[in-house]
């Protein structure tokens, strides 16, 4: 098939528009400038090596870690490029502090969804040409239209979100998203600057063989998720399983939706509910594997349903293809 006689982001968010419930038009601008902000980063990671955007920035973020260069740009063409097309009212980032409320234009307090987002995924990998992604999460305010945002339109249960999606600035860069209607993945031809339709409907194998946890840690899993791998590595006519782990979540999951297979990252003794964020990371990829017939659970409760209690909060989070979760639930359960 030539996909550059096929279908363009932008013709199939105009098409869809009318499957979406609230359809005024809204969601459709705010996922086009998420679009725009994508290319905009595109272009800076693929220039990484040749402009001195390699390396760290000098900082650290809320939750103490170093800050990279290119972190620090995706984080502000994102808000830049959001707060000023009057799409959101206010946007949550990873690296910042507090969330942000947008009123830098007379109609912008009137819009009706935030946006969370992880700019730059997996920013330790930059360095080493290995694969980076963004995350994304749009949620309805729950506040009254036209008055500043409060922390109450972040503090929603995954279940509240309207859209959710990831970017992977990879081999070739890919726009995966959801808006309850099943998972679209769309492919940038990089010499035109425009994403084509290339993965239609996305579906997570039920069964997989591929588990993806960073094993270095093994020593601080709980038992259960020891006595899961024990299974993954035991031979049997289907295993042991394979072990892949980019430790760039975009990637690692997006070989996953392909492919079938769990990614893991639990809780330890190093650090008590994992490392990925509830808001900007788990909660936008635990739609999009459910909208794609996969499972995503803190090891016992369902990620989307758990209530958040801050912005950067954490979860151990257990992903992927539906019957490879529950195995590990069980095994979780046992311990
Ligand atoms: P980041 O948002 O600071 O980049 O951290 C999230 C990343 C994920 O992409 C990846 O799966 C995980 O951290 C890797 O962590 P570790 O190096 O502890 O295995
Ligand atoms: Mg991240």
Redesign the pocket.
């Known amino acids: 098939m030539n996909l550059e006689a096929g279908q363009t982001l932008g013709e199939f968010i105009i098409e869809n528009q009318k499957d979406f419930k609230y359809s005024s038009g809204e969601l459709s601008r705010l996922i086009s400038s998420i679009k725009l902000a994508t290319k905009v980063v595109n272009h800076k990671v693929n220039q990484a090596g040749l402009v001195d955007i390699l390396g760290k920035f000098g900082s650290e973020?809320i939750?103490g870690?170093e800050q990279q260069k290119l972190d620090v740009f995706a984080n502000e063409a994102f808000i830049k490029t959001l707060s000023q097309r009057e799409v959101v009212c206010g946007i949550a980032s990873?690296e910042n502090d507090d969330f942000i409320q947008i009123t830098n234009t007379v109609n912008s307090h009137l819009s009706k969804y935030v946006v969370l987002i992880?700019p730059?995924?997996?920013?330790?990998?930059i360095d080493v040409n290995v694969s980076?992604?963004t995350i994304f999460s749009i949620y309805r305010r729950v506040t009254p239209e036209g008055t500043p945002v409060q922390i109450e339109d972040f503090l929603q249960k995954g279940n509240q979100q309207v859209a959710a999606g990831y970017v992977i600035y990879g081999s070739s860069t890919m726009l995966i998203y959801t808006t309850g209607n099943g998972v679209n993945g769309f492919t940038l031809n990089p010499s035109i600057g425009t994403f084509y339709l290339s993965h239609p409907n996305m579906r997570i194998p039920e069964d997989g063989n591929i588990y993806s946890i960073?094993e270095?840690?093994y020593a601080h899993f709980p038992q259960g998720v020891k006595d899961y791998l024990k299974y993954c590595q035991k031979v049997e006519e289907d295993r042991p399983y394979t072990s892949r782990?980019?430790?760039?979540?975009?990637?690692?999951f997006h070989r996953n939706m392909l492919k079938g297979g769990i990614?893991i990252?639990p809780s330890g003794s190093k650090s008590p509910n994992g490392?990925?964020?509830l808001l900007?990371?788990c909660n936008p990829m635990a739609y999009i594997a459910e909208q794609a017939g996969g499972k995503a659970t803190d090891g016992f409760q369902r990620i989307m349903d758990i209530q958040p209690t801050e912005l950067h909060q954490r979860v151990p989070f257990f992903c992927g293809s539906k019957n490879m979760v529950e195995k590990a639930e069980e095994l979780m359960a046992n311990s």
């Open positions: 973020n939750q870690e990873e992880d730059l995924d997996g920013s330790s990998n980076v992604g960073n270095g840690n782990y980019i430790g760039s979540l975009c990637a690692d990614y990252y490392k990925l964020r900007y990371e």
